[in-house]
């Protein structure tokens, strides 16, 4: 992990961010934790936090080819069955989906300020749908949405297509990813930010391990904890509340 501070002399001052959603900024990674422990424990067995930390952030498919493999159950669960079994259960809870601290005040921070930023979420266009339908008014100010079913995101997080394609489509791209700032909360996504040039700050769940803040550039506890002047970015005028 280099000192933020350090980053921006070095790599020039942040002029586009882009954000993960899941975990970051919805509170959406308790509702896939609760299914699937639910579901783990129909064969006996517990969901932890080293399995979590192996599925959160990627494609619905590909998170749950970890999900059967890792647990062993492949050969009664199919991950295509894993999904619809796990699909009638999130879709009564992402409508209740929460913002994470700190979320809302910092993208209006950014909009007002004149800061580009965008969505890069491994959520498919359904999904987001229902965890978006409370927060419409705060989501329509992202300039636009790249999601895990788009058609130019050929393979989840940690690759980094999802972050390129997010990047190419800002005004005046090409942008300089050293200039792009990303916030994730998943070990993936940190990997696939950094596999895409950008800088990344971590926002953790805290019962994930510390071993995966590593390849963050920076690792907050919440966005109300995060200092923008750290990234050449303008400061917030007042103080979280
Ligand atoms: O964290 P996100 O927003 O990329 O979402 C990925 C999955 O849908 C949930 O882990
Ligand atoms: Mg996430």
Redesign the pocket.
Known sequence: MTNPSQAVSSRGPITHVIF?????LLD??KF?TEVQEIILARYNKTFDWSLKAK??????IE?ARVFVEETGISDTLTAEDFLIEREAQLQSMFPTSDLMPGASRLIRHLHEKGIPFAL????HKR?FELKTQRHGELFSLMHHVVL?DDPEVKQG?PSPDIFLAAAKRFEGAPIDPKKILVFE??PA?VLAAKNAGMSVVMVPDPRLDSSFYDIADQVVKSLLDLNPNDWGLPPFENPAS
């Not at 993960?20 to 970051?24: I, W």
């Not at 890069?120 to 959520?123: E, I, L, M, V």
């Open positions: 993960d959603m899941d975990g970051l959406t990674e896939y599925m959160m952030g990627k494609k619905a998170a890069a979420t491994g959520s999904h895990g997080k909360d998943a996504g």
